[in-house]
């Protein structure tokens, strides 16, 4: 750990000099930098930008839409735009942050999309991030902005740079590697359907009707019932179920959260039916599924191993569907 004057230098010059950054993929606005001991948490917001942050020391809690997280040293964490968020901790936290947002204009189209992807993702957070390449490039970047005798101020501006690309190439990591069976049918998910299935992950704590989803998209709901069967092989109360089982199975993992807090916030009426459910799919009831997965890697493995099932029902209802 740095020293307390390390982290108050650096953040002033940070925040001084280090607003724009631009490199050859994308141009990005830098609200502020900070660095915060004995943080002990604020009250609920939502602000316009990403602001991913660090936990350098301490214990607390995170709670993002809703949902609450454990937070301890080592723990990557982004809120997104218009997210309703906020943290406590009772002994306090060595917090670091920083919030930012894409210039679009002057940013690559594939950089546009990441970001847009890492807001289709419910959960930007990692436990053990301690030993990460950001992780290293941000402690490199505040014992040299900590400098009182920098020459090279486009070192730093480098830094800077590749302190946030590595964050967000990260953050899509770690989501993507839960969700890799779903690349199979990646570029269906176009248009309405992303933007359904954005619905559904949206509002899973509550009833989800074909209905009320159709309405949203500005469709009947035969049309878009059809447009389900056809183009992912599925019904909508499987799509909803899916969804629901990912979203618990990731809030079993990375989060204290209890058995009857996680069937509620993922839309089981009972605590007895998302067991029920639960284990059918994942072939293992939540609390065992919960001591089973003793990292992130263990909880993706589980994630990827029960849609790579999903995945490959819809391929196989797609040769079925084929033309001889």
């Known amino acids: ?81 218009e997210s309703r968020h906020y943290i406590q901790s009772e002994e306090g936290m060595l917090l670091l942050f920083l919030a930012l947002e894409p210039i679009s204009s002057e940013s690559s189209q ?58 967000i190439s990260l953050f899509l990591h770690h989501c993507r590697s839960g969700d890799t069976a779903t690349s199979a049918t990646g570029s269906e ?7 359904a299935k954005a619905y559904i992950q949206t509002n899973l704590s509550n009833k989800i009707v074909l209905s009320d989803v159709a309405q949203s998209l500005h469709l009947s709901e035969r049309q878009l019932s059809r447009l389900i069967a ?21 809030l079993l993992g990375y989060t204290d959260i209890p058995l009857k807090k996680i069937a509620e916030d993922t839309g089981f009426e009972s605590i ?19 001591k089973k997965c003793l990292n992130s890697a263990s909880v993706d493995a589980w994630i990827h191993k029960y849609l790579e099932q999903v995945a490959t029902r819809y391929q196989k209802y797609k040769q079925q569907d084929r033309p001889d």
């Open 230 to 250: 056809e183009e992912l092989g599925q019904s909508f109360p499987s799509i909803v179920k899916t969804e629901r089982i990912k979203r618990a199975a990731y």
């Open 110 to 167: 594939t950089f546009m999309r990441d970001f847009e992807q890492l807001c289709s993702y419910p959960h930007l957070f990692i436990p053990n991030a301690d030993q990460t390449a950001p992780m290293l490039i941000w402690q490199a970047l505040l014992i040299q902005a900590s400098d009182s005798s920098i020459r090279y101020r486009e070192s730093l501006e480098q830094l800077a740079y590749s302190l946030i690309i590595s964050c």
């Open 189 to 195: 998910l176009q248009g309405t359907l992303k933007m």
């Open 272 to 290: 007895h039916y998302f067991t029920q459910v639960f284990t059918r799919e994942m072939g293992t009831p939540p609390s065992s599924f919960r």
């Open 1 to 81: 750990m740095l020293s307390h004057s390390v982290y108050s230098r650096s953040n002033l010059y940070l925040n001084q000099n280090l607003v724009q950054l631009k490199g050859a993929t994308a141009s990005i606005f830098v609200h502020y930098w900070g660095a915060k001991p004995q943080h002990k948490g604020n009250s609920p917001h939502a602000h316009s930008f990403f602001e991913i942050c660090y936990v350098v020391e301490g214990e607390g809690v995170y709670s993002h839409d809703g949902v609450t997280y454990p937070l301890r040293a080592g723990t990557l964490y982004c809120s997104k735009p």
